[in-house]
């Protein structure tokens, strides 16, 4: 449904895996063995998780990230995942996307980050056209890149609120972006996690829920207008 949106993006051939509801850990799974394993192009749709989830980027540690007491009260179960970027708190209201592809299939798209996702934006604006002021922003912190060069990270934005983590892993002959969209959150969840040591600027000015956004108030905006 969304190809014809797309129509005036370059766009891969792909095979498309929709999913509902499966777990997280059995999805990152699948994602690094296709990365890893496989010479196609996938694009990965999962309409929630089974269970509440801390989900942390590769380099992430839980000392500095997540409000432990908590989490080992009520039993959160927690992962590390294979790709690098932030910790994000996942659940039934949220929306995975992910693209798994070759460094040659996009010729206009060098495989770093940012024009990884100004690729992808180009995707996601059409879809998101008419519901809100869509656009990526640097954040403020920094990425690694190799030899040892860094570069400021992208977030998706609607307006000045973010409504969604990324992050990204590069191999020689493909890389891996995937999303976590916030369709919708229980606030109180947000309760588990910490402000990173690096936050944002934006972050560390204002609540954690002043800053995020979620999909779903978008629509309803659109619709009642």
């Known amino acids: 449904m969304t190809l014809p949106l797309a129509r005036n993006i370059r766009l891969p051939l792909m095979n498309l895996l929709r999913l509902k509801g499966l777990p997280i850990l059995q999805q990152l799974h699948i994602e690094e063995r296709l990365l890893r394993t496989s010479l196609d192009n996938w694009c990965i749709i999962n ?4 269970a509440l989830t ?24 927690v992962i590390r995942r294979f790709t690098g970027g932030g910790t994000v708190i996942v659940d039934q209201g949220t929306i995975f996307v992910t693209f798994i592809c070759n460094k040659d299939v996009i010729p206009t798209v060098q495989p770093y980050p940012r ?22 922003r640097e954040n403020g912190t920094f990425m690694k890149l190799q030899d040892a060069c860094y570069q400021l990270a992208l977030d998706y934005v609607f307006g000045d609120r973010k409504f969604g983590g990324n992050a990204q892993s590069i191999t020689k002959n493909r890389w891996i972006h995937h999303t976590s969209f916030l369709w919708n959150y229980d606030v109180k969840s947000m309760a588990y996690l910490k402000l990173p040591l690096r936050a944002p600027t934006y972050r560390s ?6 800053y995020l956004s979620f999909v779903f108030l978008f629509l309803y905006i659109t619709c009642i207008d």
């Open 205 to 210: 000015v204002c609540s954690l829920f002043s």
């Open 54 to 77: 801390t989900v942390m980027g590769i380099s992430g540690k839980p000392l500095e990230l997540l409000e432990l007491e908590f989490v080992i009260q009520d039993e959160i179960p």
């Open 47 to 50: 309409d929630g998780t089974d």
């Open 115 to 136: 024009p990884i996702m100004n690729w992808s934006s180009l995707l996601y604006k059409e879809i998101f056209e008419g519901i809100g002021d869509f656009h990526l």
